[in-house]
């Protein structure tokens, strides 16, 4: 009996679907990466008709969660030194891994821009990722900071928790200028508006991964996911979204 209903299972495909199901995976993300994380994620799913739960904070934030024992798969950092000391501290199944780098960006609501220190003397309004939890905002400061504009706006600074709250004020018109990532100019409801250029003299941003030891998913599920986010297919959205890759 037993094998005739393995019999029947293989001739009508269930046999093989069901050990080709996989799990869920939870991701953790930085904030600026989750609009090509949002299409990898929509292409991984079709491919392995699996599911992947995106966690999106800024990159300082979620190894606080990490090490209290949140059961996330893997993380994605704007920012080296997390994951890097993530794997320091035993959390990490392996060494961490670049993906790909990122560049800020400045937006002004302005329909062009002559100069960005044009930009910051006339405007009111500055919105910036918190520089001490988001990597693109502390890029910003020292960016700032090197070129003798941090005294002069740091009254006008808006601070957003990370860059996708910093996209959320030029939606809604909080601000007039802001500093962002260079996934921005790839998000329909604000990259027609205002006007964008990437701000020379920031250093490029290295995006890492890592998969963690605190993992509910199996093995498999961890590996094919790496190999996933390693391949050509998904490199190409990282480049379609302005990343450079390693």
Same mark, same amino acid.
């Given at each position: 009996m037993v094998r005739f209903i393995l019999f029947l299972l293989v001739i009508t495909g269930r046999f093989t679907s069901a050990f080709a199901q996989t799990g869920e995976l939870k991701i953790a993300v930085a904030a600026n990466f989750l609009p090509p994380?949002?299409?990898? =994620?929509?292409?991984?799913?079709?491919?392995? /008709?699996?599911?992947?739960t995106l966690i999106v904070s800024s990159s300082g934030k979620l190894p606080a969660q990490i090490t209290n024992g949140a059961p996330y798969d893997a993380f994605i950092s704007a920012d080296m030194k997390y994951p890097e000391r993530i794997y320091e501290q035993g959390l990490a199944q392996q060494e961490p891994k670049v993906l790909a780098y990122g560049s800020v960006y400045f937006w002004s609501v302005k329909p062009t821009i002559t100069?960005?220190?044009?930009?910051?003397?006339?405007?009111?309004?500055?919105?910036?990722?918190?520089?001490?939890?988001?990597?693109?905002? =502390?890029?910003?400061?020292?960016?700032?900071? /090197?070129?003798?504009?941090?005294?002069?706006v740091k009254d006008k600074l808006i601070y957003a928790e990370n860059v996708s709250q910093v996209n959320q004020y030029i939606a809604t018109g909080t601000v007039v200028a802001a500093f962002t990532a260079n996934s921005a100019l790839h998000i329909e409801s604000i990259n027609k508006i205002g006007s964008w250029q990437k701000v020379e003299g920031t250093s490029p941003l290295p995006h890492g991964m890592v998969l963690l030891r605190n993992s509910e998913a199996s093995e498999f599920d961890t590996n094919q996911f790496l190999e996933f986010i390693s391949s050509p297919i998904a490199q190409k959205v990282f480049q379609e979204f302005g990343y450079q890759l390693p």
């Amino acid at each position: 009996m037993v094998r005739f209903i393995l019999f029947l299972l293989v001739i009508t495909g269930r046999f093989t679907s069901a050990f080709a199901q996989t799990g869920e995976l939870k991701i953790a993300v930085a904030a600026n990466f989750l609009p090509p994380m949002n299409q990898v =994620k929509a292409l991984y799913e079709e491919k392995f /008709q699996s599911s992947l739960t995106l966690i999106v904070s800024s990159s300082g934030k979620l190894p606080a969660q990490i090490t209290n024992g949140a059961p996330y798969d893997a993380f994605i950092s704007a920012d080296m030194k997390y994951p890097e000391r993530i794997y320091e501290q035993g959390l990490a199944q392996q060494e961490p891994k670049v993906l790909a780098y990122g560049s800020v960006y400045f937006w002004s609501v302005k329909p062009t821009i002559t100069s960005i220190e044009e930009r910051l003397r006339k405007a009111k309004t500055i919105a910036i990722a918190q520089p001490d939890l988001a990597p693109y905002g =502390k890029e910003t400061r020292r960016w700032l900071q /090197q070129q003798g504009w941090w005294d002069k706006v740091k009254d006008k600074l808006i601070y957003a928790e990370n860059v996708s709250q910093v996209n959320q004020y030029i939606a809604t018109g909080t601000v007039v200028a802001a500093f962002t990532a260079n996934s921005a100019l790839h998000i329909e409801s604000i990259n027609k508006i205002g006007s964008w250029q990437k701000v020379e003299g920031t250093s490029p941003l290295p995006h890492g991964m890592v998969l963690l030891r605190n993992s509910e998913a199996s093995e498999f599920d961890t590996n094919q996911f790496l190999e996933f986010i390693s391949s050509p297919i998904a490199q190409k959205v990282f480049q379609e979204f302005g990343y450079q890759l390693p």
